[in-house]
């Protein structure tokens, strides 16, 4: 009987039969070495999982690493309220903050130690980026790859300048093809979908497919119990096709997830994939068999645009779309990360002018815009480079938690999975010293402040840092003992008042409708309208707010409401 048949199916659907019998010989003996383990959990997802996004240098502290500065923080202020902690990269790397990795099997000595990310690993469930579409031009594998290595002829995907690329989608506003020169003189064009330094994998070579499954497995040994795909849409190439979305990259994920199921069935893929909300979901697969988690895109803009205009309307249409395939699948729902927000997962959703109008909005808070590259030659928005808070807030002077928050209960109340920045946690500003230093736009989210600075701004009441941490604290504490909140409970959204977002999330032995108002006006709601009898009480006042089948929410107040004792 043939070993690992599901692996076989796929290694030949990738590769060719022929082709495909070499690569099983090669993941067969990467599984060996691998200790298989059961699954430990009951059930995949809980109400309690909520994600901290985070570098590994997000704090500092002097004399101590970076690594184990955060762990210090985290115990302290973060345990009993974040499940888990996604680390950004936190390998040795030339560029892009950590998304050119040199060296995939180290942790950089800047930050830490293996030992370290262990030790995180003893109070917290970790994501680990797994970088997987490119890698450093100045790593030891590219020179070897320059050097035509035995193991790396193949690493990288040289292309003839020549050859019609048009079709080719382009995330950036930069080259396509960079030049290089091998070792023995030969000038080469290689394929680097998104800058000069970081060179995309060929994965039609069997030595790239058995590094990387390697480096996934290497990753599991140390603890990682979620790994986000980076940038995995264009894992594939394929000259005279979109290379985006390609059927061999879903099979390619299929294969990293049916690898995991063979030796560490817990172990969670999260696909990141900057598209329109269609092309997003589509890595779920059949439910089954593809990513577990899916980054979910739409709600960053979407909210923004929500907060922006005072409306809710598009919000509330397309939040009733997000239907899972099945009970082992749900969406990472996130407002704020390492990069901007990008705008692309508003296409078909938003109109051009609306999106402009948030790059604008954008700039008038302090912030940038990145464009990227039409076939058509033509540019367009493609990422906001602000803060969340400054985002949201809309006042760059302002200091009122409130409005802020608001954005991020809708977060909170979606089905699916919570994930908060480091610096929305911490209420941090626009960056625009860094950026000015880095001449890079995505710095303005990317501040290293010192821990007893940020510390002694958490502990001053009155500071926006202070308001808008007690109030994730309180958020999170409360959300997490829920059923209701479960990431695959049902949900049912409501069409109330433009001015307020309207869901109900229900178990079988609890029903909640969450109320957003997302508008500077107080509004009175008729209870009926909204699902609710009137002797619900609110969970996140802990009174019982309808008053004669009426119902007042004022600016940005967010309200849980549902029958004590469940």
């Known amino acids: 009987m043939t070993p690992y048949p599901e692996i076989r199916r796929l290694l030949d659907e990738i590769y060719g039969p022929e082709e495909g019998r070499s690569a099983l010989e090669r993941v067969s003996v990467l599984l060996q070495r691998f200790p298989a383990r059961p699954a430990a959990k009951p059930q995949r997802f809980s109400e309690k999982d909520v994600v901290l996004i985070t570098y590994g240098d997000s704090l500092r502290r002097p004399g101590q690493r970076p690594l184990q500065a955060f762990r210090d923080f985290a115990c302290t202020y973060l345990q009993g309220l974040f499940s888990a902690v996604h680390f950004l990269p936190f390998f040795p790397y030339s560029s892009d903050d950590g998304f050119s990795v040199m060296d995939f099997h180290a942790i950089d000595p800047a930050l830490g130690?293996?030992?370290?990310?262990?030790?995180?690993?003893?109070?917290?469930?970790?994501?680990?980026?797994?970088?997987?579409n490119h890698f450093s031009a100045q790593g030891q594998w590219f020179a070897d790859y320059l050097a035509d290595a035995p193991g790396f002829r193949d690493l990288a995907i040289a292309v003839d300048p020549a050859q019609d690329l048009s079709q080719v989608t382009r995330p950036r506003a930069l080259p396509l093809l960079t030049p290089?020169?091998?070792?023995?003189?030969?000038t080469i064009h290689l394929w680097t979908t998104f800058s000069e330094d970081q060179i995309d994998f060929n994965y039609h070579s069997l030595d790239v497919l058995e590094k990387m499954l390697a480096v996934m497995l290497r990753y599991v040994e140390n603890g990682a119990t979620m790994l986000r795909l980076d940038a995995i849409a264009y894992l594939w190439k394929q000259v005279g096709?979109?290379?985006?979305?390609?059927?061999?990259?879903?099979?390619?994920?299929?294969?990293?997830?049916?690898?995991?199921d063979v030796v560490a069935p817990d172990v969670i893929l999260v696909t990141e994939t900057n598209v329109p909300h269609k092309e997003n979901i589509s890595y779920f697969g059949s439910g089954t068999d593809e990513a577990?988690?899916?980054?979910?895109?739409?709600?960053?803009?979407?909210?923004?645009?929500?907060?922006?205009?005072?409306?809710?309307?598009?919000?509330t249409e397309w939040a009733a779309t997000l239907h899972l395939p099945s009970e082992q699948t749900t969406f990472f729902n996130f407002t704020a990360s390492h990069d901007g927000i990008g705008v692309r997962p508003l296409e078909g959703i938003l109109p051009a002018e609306a999106v402009a109008a948030l790059a604008r909005h954008a700039e008038a808070m302090g912030g940038r815009v990145s464009y990227k590259s039409n076939p058509d030659g033509s540019q367009s928005p493609y990422e906001l480079n602000v803060t969340y808070v400054d985002a949201i807030l809309g006042d760059p002077a302002g200091e009122d938690a409130g409005k802020f928050m608001a954005s991020q209960a809708i977060q909170y109340v979606l089905p699916?999975?919570?994930?908060?920045?480091?610096?929305?946690?911490?209420?941090?500003?626009?960056?625009?010293?860094?950026?000015?230093?880095?001449?890079?736009?995505?710095?303005?989210?990317?501040?290293?402040?010192?821990?007893?600075?940020?510390?002694?701004?958490?502990?001053?009441?009155?500071?926006?840092?202070?308001?808008?941490?007690?109030?994730?604290?309180?958020?999170?504490?409360?959300?997490?003992?829920q059923p209701a909140f479960h990431p695959n409970a049902?949900?049912?959204?409501?069409?109330?008042?433009?001015?307020?977002?309207?869901?109900?999330?229900?178990?079988?032995g609890q029903s909640i409708v969450a109320l957003t108002n997302i508008s500077p006006q107080t509004i009175e709601l008729a209870a009926d309208a909204c699902s609710l009898s009137g002797g619900e009480v609110d969970l996140v006042t802990g009174e019982r707010p309808a008053v004669q089948g009426r119902l007042l929410l004022k600016p940005y107040q967010f309200a849980w409401l549902t029958y004590a004792g469940g």
């Open 416 to 481: 699916g999975v919570p994930g908060t920045y480091i610096h929305s946690l911490i209420g941090s500003r626009n960056w625009t010293a860094g950026v000015s230093e880095t001449g890079r736009a995505r710095t303005v989210n990317r501040e290293k402040p010192l821990v007893e600075a940020v510390v002694a701004e958490l502990e001053t009441p009155g500071t926006l840092r202070a308001g808008v941490f007690d109030a994730y604290r309180r958020m999170i504490g409360l959300r997490r003992r």
């Open 180 to 186: 290089f020169q091998k070792q023995d003189g030969r």
């Open 490 to 508: 049902a949900f049912e959204v409501l069409s109330v008042d433009p001015r307020i977002f309207a869901i109900v999330r229900r178990t079988a």
């Open 241 to 260: 096709t979109a290379c985006i979305h390609l059927p061999q990259t879903h099979a390619m994920v299929k294969l990293f997830r049916a690898v995991l």
């Open 113 to 132: 130690t293996w030992d370290d990310v262990r030790a995180v690993g003893d109070t917290f469930d970790m994501m680990f980026d797994f970088v997987i």
């Open 292 to 315: 577990q988690m899916v980054y979910n895109f739409t709600l960053p803009p979407l909210l923004l645009h929500t907060f922006v205009t005072a409306d809710a309307c598009v919000l």
